[in-house]
């Protein structure tokens, strides 16, 4: 008896072993997952995410832009929130790995921090869903896309049932689809973490975003940002072309523009591209996308986003932010890009900018002819932040001054 009870103990370890070595690399993504935003590893694994995830990669394809390069300081000084602060101060307190302003064609100022190069190649988070917007508006050009008042199962039917049902693809792009989904990245056991679990080990996206079956509110009545919408944009995209993510964003983005070194996309098991965050670029790079939004999607003489979804894009278009949802009701929100709040300063007329969480920012300002891209590993995003405005709204207020500086700086005035 007691031999048999061995015998299947082995059995049984035997077993434990090669599910174990056969499930080894998802359960070391696993565990690196959970580490990921822990503050002695944070900054190093935002520019290495290809070792932590599945990847796409995608080669330059494109002869490289060449930037001018007119290094100018730094102001001492920004406005935040009505008051003065030390600019390096403020960029130490919010984290920040890369800060890139660009006036008119030339790079006036570029630094890298807390032993980061230029090379690295930083994770987007949510900036990666205003790169597919820019996609999105090539479909809606070429006729892929028939509407954006097309409900989303026309296009996927494995949503019908869902909490996706009855919800058009203009919903889904401005965030009022209507779905429930928590977005707390500081819950382990929210939805958005949920996800990124899914992410880890291999699994689904499409099947993960197919069994959201509880709504919050009709959709198309109020604005909640919700990144899994940007998941089912990317759906209706490869389900309108017939094509993948990667192979439509080769296409009609990165072989079209000059990019300067190679890029890759996180994806889930299936290769489908992580869209509502998982591109990974240099930061050069990310402003240099911003840039060809400033100039109306027009890259070296070429239109390579349509002009009128450029402006469509990034105009306040969403319904108001529905109650008790995390949104700052001053912010506007277009097709995947944030709007800046509206002032009565001209300078400030028409920005708008990407965000992804722990401070990645592209903002966009076409009144100055400026672009800033910042990179950071912020594990305080979300806090209020010494004004109390929010770390949101403390960014924008950064930028907007850095954009007033440089533009009448490059404008020859003092």
Do not use: C
Not at 367 to 385: C, Q, R, T, W, Y
Request: charged share 20%; glycine share 10%.
């Amino acid at each position: 008896m007691k031999r048999r009870i061995l015998g299947t103990l082995g059995v049984l370890a035997i077993i434990i072993a090669v599910v174990l070595v056969m499930n080894i690399g998802k359960i070391q993504r696993l565990v690196r997952v959970n580490s990921l935003f822990e503050a002695d590893k944070i900054v190093h694994n935002f520019s290495n995410m290809d070792a932590l995830m599945f990847t796409h990669d995608h080669p330059i394809s494109a002869q490289p832009y060449v930037w001018g390069v007119t290094p100018t300081p730094l102001p001492k000084q920004v406005t935040i929130a009505g008051q003065d602060r030390i600019l390096s101060e403020w960029l130490n307190e919010a984290a920040a790995t890369a800060l890139l302003i660009v006036s008119g064609d030339d790079i006036v100022y570029e630094q890298y921090y807390s032993d980061t190069t230029q090379s690295d190649r930083r994770i987007s988070w949510s900036m990666a869903k205003s790169f597919l917007s820019a996609l999105v508006g090539t479909a809606v050009e070429r006729g892929e896309i028939g509407s954006l008042d097309d409900q989303v199962t026309d296009y996927v039917s494995a949503l019908k049932g869902s909490a996706y049902d009855g919800a058009t693809i203009r919903n889904v792009l401005n965030m009022s689809s209507g779905v429930a989904f928590n977005e707390d990245y500081l819950d382990k056991n929210s939805d958005i973490n949920k996800m990124g679990r899914v992410l880890a080990l291999g699994g689904s996206m499409d099947d993960f975003s197919a069994g959201i079956n509880s709504r919050a509110r009709a959709p198309g009545s109020a604005r909640q940002y919700v990144s899994i919408d940007t998941h089912v944009i990317g759906m209706v995209l490869r389900a309108a072309t017939g094509k993948t993510v990667h192979d439509i964003f080769d296409e009609r983005l990165w072989s079209q523009v000059g990019f300067g070194a190679d890029s890759y996309y996180m994806t889930d098991g299936g290769d489908r591209a992580f869209v509502l965050g998982g591109l990974n670029m240099r930061t050069r790079d990310y402003a240099l996308f911003g840039k060809l939004m400033r100039d109306g999607g027009i890259y070296q003489g070429k239109q390579i986003i349509p002009a009128e979804w450029v402006a469509q894009s990034t105009s306040n278009n969403a319904p108001a932010s529905a109650p008790g949802s995390h949104n700052d009701a001053s912010v506007g929100y277009g097709y995947q890009w944030w709007v800046s709040p509206v002032s009565a300063d001209t300078d400030f007329k028409g920005d708008y900018f990407a965000v992804g969480i722990y401070g990645q920012y592209i903002y966009v300002n076409p009144a100055l002819d400026i672009v800033i891209a910042k990179n950071a590993a912020h594990l305080e995003f979300m806090s209020p932040g010494q004004s109390g405005k929010g770390y949101m709204m403390e960014n924008i207020d950064v930028f907007r001054s850095l954009a007033k500086h440089y533009g009448r700086t490059s404008a020859g005035q003092p």
